[in-house]
């Protein structure tokens, strides 16, 4: 696939005589996959993915009627805040998944709540997988369906302490605003649980080169914490734990959501945890035993949490349309309505219902590895 195809936003449409306007437009549900074509990894594809089962799912309710498709907005379109512009002033786009991470849902906040026309043109934005606690109560018009990162940091400190009933860690963190808060979080739910910090390690943005996780891994040899608390990506984290096998220390790492790529190395490390909001192969609904067989025979992999969380989204967008019909402002209302005056939306990674500021009121798991 050109890899401009991933950087769309995508839409789905509504055809007349399924969620019409009643002027004869056409109505487009946009699906945001924000995928940056210098990050590493398959982020984008697997949203694509996740939106597309949920095109499926939504037309199989139908009856088999194409009301629901996948469209891409113009394939030179990558940046997050220009993608959000295009699909906001389409007419008939009523809503949107994504943007993917929090520093395009920061970007594109304002686009989506429409500040440059005071609001008249507006449209919800739902994004499956940004995690900054500085979203939350951004404006109006943004929602998330995963918990923040305070929430994350203080899940794995339980986690830590309880399940795994480790006392003394090494903090390990990404010098970036989500690294620093996701370590203040844990350290301080950590020694509130009389957990003890042997140290706090800022990890500079670049680092990669072998030499300098070599230094980091004979300090932490050093110190023999219990465990290694991460707050960061997968690559550098495995690059750390080599380092350390090198010296012939094998110490368990936890982290948050951005180490699900630890299971692409799950054979060689399977000490590893990480927040994760959906397993595919620990399903408990029958929703998402039917999401993770069509995934499967559609793709030929199983699908990762952001494929999970991009269907959710789009699902509860696409139940939204079918309630109140394609106006924006209705639509957005139902969202926020969800768990307060409506039911909870029971989604494959949990159930869905916002708070005041847009947040969405469930736990995450911490997920083992799987060999």
Known sequence: MHRHALTALLGLTVFVGGCSNGKGVIQELGIGAAYNPREEGNAGTALMYGAQIAVNFLNA???????????????????????????RDDPN????????????AYAAAGVYSDQEHAGRNAVVAISPTATSPGLSGLNRWVFRIVPNDNQNAKTVARFVLDTLRLKRASVVYKSSSYGRDFAKVFIESFHAGNGTVVSRIPLPFS?????????????????????????????????????????GVTIPIVGGDDLAGMEAHAAEFSSSWYVSYFNSREVASPLGNEFVKAYVAAFKMEPDQRAAMAFDAAMLIGRAARAVGPDRAKIRDYIESVGKDLPAYEGIGGPLAFDARHDVQKSALIKRVDR
């Open 61 to 87: 309710e139908d009856g088999g009627q194409a009301t629901f498709r996948v469209i891409s907005a113009p394939p030179d379109l990558e940046d997050p805040i220009t993608i959000a512009n295009h699909l």
């Open 93 to 104: 786009v009523i809503g949107v998944v994504g943007p993917r991470t929090s520093g395009e």
């Open 207 to 247: 680092v990669r080169d072998s030499l300098t996780m070599a230094v980091y891994a004979a300090y932490l040899k050093k110190l023999n914490p219990d465990v290694i608390v991460f707050a960061g990506d997968a690559l550098p984290a495995v690059q750390l734990l080599r380092a350390l096998k090198t010296l």
